[in-house]
């Protein structure tokens, strides 16, 4: 069955970086999109990022867009989420997501908490 595992959270100042990893088994990875997607309490689970199974396409929404960048290596079945210029407001649960595009797809990770504050 598919696993997603993801890694890399934790706490940070404002302003900081911070570079997510999820490692992909049990399905084959080169032929999902992915996407990371963020929840923090009593708020709705939001889009962060997102990318082609080919890597031809790769976007964000506005409140990430030029901070962060999702990258992907297909031949270690691993998805990637470099933050920069981190702001409070972003802090969540981080979560990997395979098999969407408009909609989130089937396969979740269990989340890696980042915290944003000084």
């Known amino acids: 069955q598919a696993r997603l595992v993801e890694s890399g959270g934790g706490s940070v100042q404002p302003g900081g970086p911070l570079r997510l990893s999820c490692v992909v088994s049990?399905?084959?990875?080169?032929?999902?999109?992915m996407a990371w997607y963020r929840q923090a309490p009593g708020k709705q689970r939001d889009l962060v990022a997102r990318?082609?199974?080919?890597?031809?396409?790769?976007d964000y929404p506005d409140a990430v867009k030029g901070r962060f960048t999702v990258s992907r290596d297909n031949a270690k079945n691993t998805l990637f989420l470099q933050m920069n210029a981190l702001k409070p407001e972003d802090t969540g649960i981080y979560y990997c997501?395979?098999?969407?595009?408009?909609?989130?797809?089937?396969?979740w990770g269990q989340g890696t908490q980042v915290t944003v504050s000084s």
């Open positions: 990318i082609r199974q080919d890597d031809s396409t790769a």
């Open positions: 049990g399905i084959s990875f080169r032929s999902y999109a």
């Open positions: 997501n395979a098999g969407g595009w408009e909609r989130p797809g089937s396969f």
